[in-house]
């Protein structure tokens, strides 16, 4: 969307979608007619449906077909770590301007997502992550990722698949390093309380870094209950591992009442461990600060709404559906952020106008559909009538 044009069309979109994708997605296409362009449109039609690209391309009448769509683009992917590279250029290409200028520091937040997974491994067993049963399995494809929040606005800005048995130290480590190479400074960082370890509160002291990081409550007594007193307050606490050893920290506990919110009644108990935080902060302000980290889970839950699901067991083509719903998700954020520039003084309600994720996908199915037609439905029984 230009600055002198307010309104936002399907094709548009489509075209912003292609152009920061086809410039750094590196596709080997040999002995097909088949495009880049086409492949990542049919691709952004699955996305925004949350289909396979096999009924995407049943659904599209010009489309390539299914299995030959399959076919090439099973051959033209590059490796995983080469394809890990290619979608990090592209978030990082999304980067709003002001973020890459460093002229200030910004609250970060690096989470982990695990998407359930049925079936055997593809080609190495390090492949498929352990966790707690979820949708019927207990193996995993699991996806870090780090992300900004500015004027409450969430950028996705690297992604890093995640093997099996790979420290978390590891993941946060490559995650700051990233961050570090794009010059982004961090004011906070918060992290899930899945990072809450010895080695990993190490890495951020050693960094010097301000960080919130939940603390996991075990247990019926002992552990962090023993912190858990009349009210709320600033202590310290002592992490013990046998592998690692001990480490003492900051730690912030905080006592809310529910008030009978979400069904609760009574007061509740949240464990911090905290790092250089200012002693002005009160517990209940670090309180509030670690809830600027379920914006970023809110990115998540956005990011399956547009990801195209697969039966594949090829775990490069199950990170480049991931990394896409990444990258639609990003274009999400840029653009409403242009529309609420251009509706600071709305002449009709803002609700008319207000971009939501669900209708910039349907705007890219929309582009698509124009591009390669709609398929005929083609019923097998004649028997079935539509009034």
Known sequence: MSKNNRI???????????????PYLSLDLQNTRIRAEDIIAVLGYASANRISTDAACHELQEAPSANRLREVLAKALPDRITLQRALNRILRAQTPRFVKKGKRSYYIAIDLTLIPYHGECYEDENEI???TAKSGTTHFHGYATVSIVHDNQRYVLALRFVEKGESMKTIVAWLLKRLKSMGISIRYAYLDKGFCSVPVLKTLQRRKLRFIIPVPVRGKSGGVRTLFESASHKTTYTFKSPKYGQLEVAAVIVKKYSKGRYKRKGARW????VNRLPKSVEPHQVFEMYRKRFGIETSYRQMNQVRARTTSRNPVVRLLLVGLAFVIFNLYIANRQHIAIFLKNPVQPISKYWLTLRRLARTIAHAVENLFGLADAVFRHSRFALS
């Open 8 to 22: 936002l069309r399907s094709q548009q979109v489509l075209n912003a979608l292609i152009s920061v994708v086809r």
């Open 129 to 131: 992550m352990r966790s």
């Open 270 to 273: 949240f464990a911090y461990a």
